[in-house]
Every structure is written in structure tokens, then in C-alpha cells.
């Protein structure tokens, strides 16, 4: 008995430990939220403080107005969903040819790959901006596209090999005497079975994609129209003052989108992750 209560103790700190873990990682989500609705008097006033003494509803119709939100949105879908389907596709097919067959020169590959993913990113701007510059694809959001699709290609192709090669060789046996070539083999099967992994880094490739600052400002400097929602959050801050509450406003409403897209992909993450690790 006195062991079954000790360990119900146990649990229940615990559970107020990981309970207050929790909280702090959300506090600022919350105190953002708060801080949105508030008054700059408020804003001011309230420090730390999560509700506001009246919500002001207007900032977020203010904040959409005055940084073209609009406009930006829909730049940002646009970039965010072609870069995710791109990266999907050829990610998968390098993760399964790398995962699923024999070539020379397959180490090698594998190398390289890994050897570009340890590169900091603050080193391949210059080059990317070179070549983009000499595609004559700057200031267009297909600039912005093919930057932000090079930068998840490595991690997105391991992760495929990973998952790849935990399924079975019945797979692609079976679809072979079914009279199956390789595109039909990987477009008609493996592609469908890896659907979980395929929720995971899609999700993981558009939040990235959502809140990129860096590269839609840079690609896109010469036209403000095509700038994203995070380059437009900028436009609340100037040399000597920033509205904060209609940056918190604004914040919330380029985080919307994120949380729909994680609500709908969430119940494949832990299936795709756990495939992952255990190859």
C-alpha cells in the first residue's frame, strides 16, 4: 500500500513538472495573443500580464491593413505549398533509390549529400544568389521557391531512405509479378505506403517555408508585392519605435495557418518519426 502511494506521488509531481515545462513553452504564444488584443496603454502597463483590460478586436483588422497581409498572404501560400510539393517529390525519389537499390557510387552520393548538410546556410547565400541572379529569376517568387527547395533537400531525402527501408521487400516483389515498372512501382506503391512520412516533412517543410524571413526578403528586394507575411511583419517596426501591439496581432494571424495545417497532419507525425528512428 505504501509503495502504491509513493508511486502515485511520483506520477503526480511528475505530472506538475512536465505541467509547468509545458506552460513555459506556451507562455509567450499565450502573452502574444494577450498582448494583440491590449491597448498600447495596456501593452505598456501590463508587463507580463496575459489578459487585457479591454480586448481591442481592431488591431487585427489594423494589422492585416497596414502590412498588406492580404497581398502577402497569398505570396506565402504560394511559396509555401509549391515548395512543399517539390521537396516531396524529390525527396522521395532520392530517399527510395538510395533506400531501395544498389548502384556504384552510392556512398559516395550519400557523402556529398551528408557533407552539404553540415554546411552553414549564412555561406550558400552568395552562390545561390549568383546563380539566381543569372537565371534572371530575382525579385520572383519562383527565386524564392527554388531557394527554399535546395535548402530541405538533404534532410528531406534521408528521412525518405530512413522510412524506405523499414518496409518490407513483399512490397515491391509482389507489385513485380504484378507486371509493375519502377514508375509505377514508386508512384503506384511506395509513394501511397509512405504517406505518413510524407505528412511529417510536408509539415515540417511548410512551417519552415511560412516563417522564412531571410530568403523572401532577400530574392524579392527589389519588388515589396511579393514579399512574404514574415518579411511583411517588418513594416510595425522603424528606426525608432515599434507598435507592439500590432505586431503581436499580426504574429498571431501569419501563426493561423500553422496551426491548421498541424491539426490536420498531426495523427501521421508519431507513425513517420517512429519509422524513422527505428531504422
Request: positive net charge.
Amino acid at each position: 500500500m505504501t509503495e502504491l502511494k509513493g508511486a502515485r506521488a511520483r506520477r503526480g509531481l511528475t505530472h506538475l513538472v512536465l505541467l509547468a515545462i509545458g506552460f513555459a513553452y506556451v507562455y509567450p504564444f499565450l502573452w502574444a495573443v494577450g498582448s494583440s488584443l491590449k491597448t498600447k496603454i495596456d501593452f505598456l502597463d501590463g508587463g507580463l500580464g496575459l489578459l487585457p483590460s479591454r480586448p481591442v478586436w481592431e488591431n487585427y483588422a489594423q494589422a492585416w491593413r497596414e502590412a498588406s497581409f492580404g497581398t502577402y498572404f497569398v505570396n506565402t501560400l504560394v511559396i509555401s505549398v509549391t515548395t512543399v510539393a517539390f521537396t516531396l517529390l524529390f525527396t522521395a525519389m532520392a530517399g527510395y533509390a538510395l533506400a531501395r537499390h544498389t548502384f556504384p557510387g552510392k556512398k559516395i552520393i550519400l557523402g556529398v549529400i551528408l557533407a552539404t548538410y553540415l554546411l552553414p546556410h549564412g555561406y550558400t547565400i552568395v552562390p545561390i544568389y549568383d546563380l539566381i541572379n543569372s537565371l534572371g529569376l530575382l525579385n520572383t517568387l519562383t527565386s524564392v521557391i527554388l531557394a527554399q527547395v535546395g535548402g530541405g533537400l538533404v534532410f528531406g531525402t534521408f528521412m525518405f531512405m530512413a522510412y524506405f527501408s523499414t518496409l518490407p521487400r513483399e512490397l515491391e516483389e509482389a507489385a513485380r509479378v504484378d507486371g509493375a515498372g519502377f514508375n509505377t512501382l514508386f508512384f503506384r506503391v511506395m509513394l501511397p505506403v509512405s504517406k505518413p512520412m510524407m505528412a511529417t516533412l510536408g509539415l515540417f517543410t511548410f512551417i519552415s517555408s511560412w516563417n522564412n524571413f531571410f530568403l523572401p526578403l532577400v530574392f524579392t528586394l527589389g519588388r515589396p508585392e511579393l514579399r512574404t507575411v514574415g518579411v511583411g511583419l517588418y513594416a510595425f517596426t522603424n528606426q525608432t519605435t515599434t507598435d507592439w501591439t500590432l505586431l503581436c496581432a499580426g504574429a498571431v494571424i501569419s501563426l493561423a495557418p500553422i496551426v491548421v495545417v498541424f491539426v490536420v497532419a498531426q495523427r501521421y507525425i508519431v507513425e513517420a518519426i517512429a519509422g524513422a528512428v527505428k531504422a
